[in-house]
Nanobody, 126 residues
Framework: VQLQASGGGLVQPGDSLTLSCKTS????????IGWFRQLPGKEREGVAC???????FYRDSVEGRFIISRHLAENAVYLQMRNLTPEDAALYYC?????????????????????WGQGTEVTVSS
């Protein structure tokens, strides 16, 4: 398994949750890693990504509430989610884009990512 997502759970609206994506040093050092989410019957949508150079990009609806961070020493990428709403509830995935090693940008487009971890479920409900 090259990427392993974890940290999902049941929270109330307004709560915070941090997801983690553990991977190999080879991947986290050079390749963009993105967080995506998906509801049943819906398209997988990009939430946030961090490029091979450490630049970060966010979906508009999570800007200011979510923070993606890359921790090279831990071979991990985290997604801190704050002020969660029911609209944030979904199955969250992390993925690596092997076409953009060492690039300044990353894309929030699932087709760009070829290697996916298993999902971790986030439920937001009162």
């Amino acid at each position: 398994v090259q990427l392993q997502a974890s940290g999902g759970g049941l929270v109330q609206p307004g709560d915070s949750l941090t997801l983690s994506c553990k991977t190999s040093k080879y991947i986290v050092d050079y390749y963009p890693i993105g967080w995506f989410r998906q509801l049943p019957g819906k398209e997988r949508e990009g939430v946030a990504c961090v490029s091979g150079l450490g630049n970060k990009f966010y979906r508009d609806s999570v800007e200011g509430r979510f923070i993606i961070s890359r921790h090279l020493a831990e071979n991990a990428v985290y997604l801190q989610m704050r002020n969660l709403t029911p609209e944030d509830a979904a199955l969250y995935y992390c993925a690596a884009d092997f076409t953009a090693a060492g690039q300044p940008d990353c894309l929030l487009v699932s087709q760009s990512y070829s290697t996916w971890g298993q999902g971790t479920e986030v439920t937001v409900s009162s």
